[in-house]
Every structure is written in C-alpha cells, then in structure tokens.
C-alpha cells in the first residue's frame, strides 16, 4: 500500500500555503447579503437558525470498545488508536506512527495540517480493503472547500474542512463516477463538513447550559 | 453573543413563521454559540448528518435527525484530541465517522435532506 506520499498531499500543502484555507475568523457573525442575484444557499445561510429546545444530548455516541472493535477490519488501524495497548500484546510496532493526534494552534495562531494529513493516510487504508463497488484510485479526503467545491465561487464564508470523493487530482461525485475533469465540481457532495476554532472562541462547555436544559426538558417530559 | 439579529424561524406546531428577534423577548435562556448556529447552517446546506466543532484540545461531533416533527441537533461528549489509553482521542474518532459514513455510507449515512425548518426559513428567506 502505497499512501504516505501522494499527490493529493502535495498538493493540498501548495493550495494551503497559496490561499491559507485554514482560517480563524474574528467575525464571527453571518453576513447578511441584500442582492437578489445571490443564489439561493447564499441566502439559506444566512437565514438558518436553530433553537435551543433543539439541542440534544447524543446519548449512544460511539465508544472506544466499539471503535476499536471496527478497526479491526483493518491490519494496524487499532494500533494506531491504541498504542500502548498494542505494545503490550505484539512484539511488532505499529504499521503507522501517527502524531500529532490533534490540532496544533499554539504557534502563534497558525495551525499544523499534520493531523489532517494522518488523518487523510488513515482513511485511506480503509479503502484498500473495502468493497469492489469503489472504483481504482477513488477515495475519501478531507481538504479545503476552496479547493473543489461549487461554492469556492460563492461569496459566502464557508466551512473549514468538508470531505468528498476525489481521484486525486479531481473532485469526483461518489465511488462509482469517475470523471475525468473538474468540470464536473458542481455536483460534488460535501460527505462531512467540520469547523476549527480557538478554545476562546469555542468549547464545549458553552454548549452545557443548554444541554442542562435539554436533560431537564427529558425528564419533564419522562414524568 | 447573538447568532443572527435577523432572521426567520418556523413553528412546526402552529404552521406559522416568526422573527427570532420576536423570540428572542420571550425566550429568557442564553443563545446557542455562533459557531454552533454556523455548523448548522453549514450541514443542512450539504445536507449532512454530521458535522464537527474542533478546537486545540477538543471535539465535538454533531448529528441531525428528525425527533418527531422536528430537527434536533446531538451533541456529542466533548473528546479530547490528546491520547489517554482506553479513552476516545479526536483521530480516532474522525477517522470512524469518515469511514463509516462517507466511505460505506452505513446506516443513517451522510446524506440528511433538508429539514422542514430549514425549507421554511429558505422559502421565507428568499423571498425577502
């Protein structure tokens, strides 16, 4: 298997360095476009809100036994999330020493793609196995929106990372459309979209409160 | 912190369209984080089941579903990006969500359409 270094990478570093798709937005405010050219997402995000009450506790997330236990599809996926553990019962080191296992934003604002990088190899190694349904060469990437997706001509923010179907070189519509051009990007699903943001800005305990009371609201409602 | 001082909402029990500034006098608790409001926005653009928020110490995963007749948003436990052994570190979990729903696309998959609210609000929206 042949994925540590490929062109997708390559070129992923070039467009971060030309155009730094990664960002820290100090306006954190949804701008509000007038013109009635604006396409119609441009307005969607803009209008979209989400109440309170909608908030939710994901009570049956995943856990580390049922992750660990997927994995094992793989040969030295579980001993890249579990090391110690793998150094324990196997005289053999991992296939993949992976580090960081997250995002580095202590050097004065500027992020480490390196985790996405790992990331990215990690995905990868699910495909050499995965169903004959999957097309040669196509695969799942985490990048830059700016970089394939319809809306890099929008003037509308947009998400940090998104993940789509690439051959690595085009953007590609799913596992079984192969197109041989990036003309083709507009039809592009975005598969998962992710936001970064400084702990400042956000963590995970200004979401409590509102979870409290949707714990509160689930017991009024149980009794 | 306000997410949007103008924008529109749906109640999905009286059929009717409303300003969340009229909500805002009546609802006394605090407002959902911007980034929060903007990954939401974000996923129900692409019609995604699931998003992220990832900061330098942890993540957060999301995931739309419909509860009765209307959308809600799961929040997950927050996850730290650092390893602790027997603990969910963010690679891991990433890596699993990618896999198992962009790559095989398992049950409930990726793909969410547009929520009800959300077909409203864009309805409304645009024809302002």
Redesign the interface.
């Known amino acids: 298997m042949h994925f540590y270094k490929d062109s997708l990478d390559l070129r992923s570093i070039s467009i971060h360095r030309k155009h730094s798709p990664i960002r820290f937005s100090c306006d954190?405010?949804?701008r509000?476009f007038a013109s009635k050219s604006i396409p119609?997402?441009c307005?969607?995000?803009?209008?979209?809100?989400?109440?309170?009450e909608?908030?939710?506790?994901?009570y049956n997330?995943?856990?580390?036994d049922e992750?660990?236990s997927?994995?094992k599809r793989w040969t030295g996926?579980e001993a890249?999330?579990?090391?110690?553990?793998n150094t324990l019962s196997s005289t053999n080191e991992s296939r993949f020493p992976?580090s960081?296992?997250?995002?580095?934003?202590?050097q004065g604002g500027e992020y480490d793609d390196e985790?996405i990088r790992?990331?990215n190899r990690?995905?990868r190694v699910?495909?050499c196995s995965?169903t004959s349904s999957v097309s040669d060469n196509l695969?799942?990437v985490?990048d830059s929106p700016n970089f394939a997706m319809h809306w890099q001509h929008s003037h509308e923010?947009?998400?940090d990372l998104?993940?789509f179907w690439t051959d690595g070189i085009h953007p590609q519509a799913g596992?079984s459309d192969r197109n041989p051009t990036s003309s083709a990007a507009a039809r592009v699903?975005?598969?998962?979209?992710?936001?970064?943001?400084?702990?400042r800005?956000?963590?995970?305990s200004?979401?409590a409160?509102?979870?409290r009371?949707a714990t509160e609201r689930k017991v009024a409602t149980q009794l | 912190m306000k997410a949007n001082n103008c924008s529109f909402g749906f109640d999905a029990h009286s059929g009717s369209a409303f300003h969340t500034e009229d909500m805002e006098s009546q609802d006394t608790e605090e407002e959902i984080p911007v980034p929060v409001v903007q990954l939401y926005r974000y996923m129900e653009m692409n019609h995604n089941s699931f998003g992220y928020l990832m900061n330098e110490t942890e993540l957060i995963m999301f995931r739309r579903r419909v509860d009765g007749d209307r959308m809600c948003l799961d929040v997950s436990p927050p996850v730290f990006n650092h390893y602790s052994e027997g603990n969910l570190n963010a690679l891991m979990v990433l890596w699993y969500f990618h896999v198992k729903y962009a790559v095989f696309n398992d049950e409930p998959g990726y793909y969410m359409p547009l929520s009800h609210e959300a077909s409203r609000s864009l309805t409304i929206g645009t024809a302002q």
């Not at chain 1, 909608?54 to 994901?58: G, I, K, N, S, T």
């Not at chain 1, 800005?201 to 995970?204: E, I, S």
Request: aromatic letters at 14%; proline letters at 9%; charged letters at 10%.
């Open positions: 954190l405010r949804p509000v119609n997402y307005v969607m995000n803009s209008e979209l809100t989400i109440a309170p909608q908030l939710r506790h994901w997330f995943p856990t580390f992750i660990i997927f994995s996926i890249v999330f579990n090391p110690i553990q992976i960081p296992m997250g995002f580095d934003l202590s985790f790992n990331l990690l995905i699910a495909h995965s695969y799942v985490i923010a947009w998400a998104v993940a596992p699903p975005c598969l998962l979209v992710g936001e970064l943001r400084r702990s800005d956000f963590k995970y200004h979401l409160g509102h979870l009371g």
